[in-house]
């Protein structure tokens, strides 16, 4: 806990930035990215290349691999390329397209799942499915632990971290969506489940925005407030490169700004909080 906020007070007085910490502190390895063409996965591929590493993404249309809005500063929203990246086209929920990864690479150290997605475009198992098939390969084609996986507030036992209005959508037109969810984050936090015994970080953030990154990170116990895409990503590659990460075996809600007055309704900077 205390690393981690000595990071965010360093940044913030810009005395270093995060990605030039993390050279200094932690471990270099290859990335493998799931959901590395969503808003949230861009952010953690550009953070992770910008940092030194290389990365793996699996991607079902490798040409949406392209440079975040929030971190990309003029370059935004153009395809993103770099020789430390490799991007294979395939789908998460198909066992050899998720062993390809990890063939491609035996360097792997640090998985990041950021899958989302309309449940009537990619199905209604999509996050459990796909996960299932992520820590099968991680234990049978690899030697990689570390793993963080972006879900929500209001997921599991946070339930009651939900805004009020949030938490109706939740049990109405979200319910399909937050079973997968639930689902999913079982695979870890169940005894039995086959993701338990790795090193898993369950990453439930608040109110997503597509801005650059605040350098605040808060790990709240209450209702959520809202935070950047930018700074989800940061905490994800903290928790699949730190050796020291605090929040491992752990289900951290996480936001910047806002808490008890956040609403759903975006707000200048902030986006629609159902999609990944």
């Known amino acids: ?38 808003i949230t996965g861009r952010e953690c591929v550009y953070q992770a290349l910008k940092g030194g590493n290389k990365v793996v993404v699996l991607a079902r249309d490798p040409s949406k691999m392209l440079v975040p809005e929030g971190s990309g500063g003029p370059a ?5 390329k770099d020789p430390k990246l490799t991007v294979i086209q395939g789908d998460v929920t198909k066992q050899a397209s998720v062993d ?12 990041i799942v950021a899958l989302g997605g309309k ?18 390969a991680m234990k049978n084609k690899s030697s990689a632990k570390r793993i963080a996986v972006v879900t929500s507030i209001g997921a599991g036992d946070s339930e009651n971290q939900a805004p009020l209005f949030f ?3 939740m049990f109405t037109v979200m319910k399909g969506i937050f079973e997968d969810k639930n689902n999913q984050e079982k695979l870890f936090l169940s005894p039995t489940g086959p993701g338990h015994d790795l090193e ?11 801005g650059p990154p605040t350098g605040v990170i808060n790990v709240i116990d209450g ?14 590659l903290g928790a699949v490169c730190d050796e020291s990460f605090p929040y491992l075996k752990k289900t951290p809600c996480i936001s910047s700004v806002g808490g008890t007055g956040w ?7 902030f986006d629609d909080v159902k999609t990944a």
Do not use: H, W
């Open 167 to 169: 938490k109706a959508l």
């Open 119 to 136: 449940t009537k475009d990619v199905g209604p198992t999509m996050l459990t499915d796909g996960t299932s098939c992520i820590i099968s």
């Open 223 to 236: 209702q959520a407030g809202s935070i950047q895409r930018a700074d989800v990503a940061a905490f994800c």
């Open 1 to 38: 806990m205390k690393f981690f906020n000595s990071i965010l007070f360093l940044c913030k007085l810009g005395i270093l930035s995060s990605l030039s910490l993390r050279r200094m502190s932690l471990k270099m390895g290859t990335i493998a990215v799931f959901g590395g063409t969503g």
């Open 200 to 210: 898993y970080c369950i990453v439930r953030p608040g109110g997503l925005g597509k």
């Open 76 to 80: 935004a929203n153009t395809l993103l």
């Open 100 to 111: 390809s990864v990890f063939e491609s690479d035996p360097d792997i150290s640090g998985v």
């Open 263 to 269: 609403v759903k309704e975006p707000k200048k900077g």
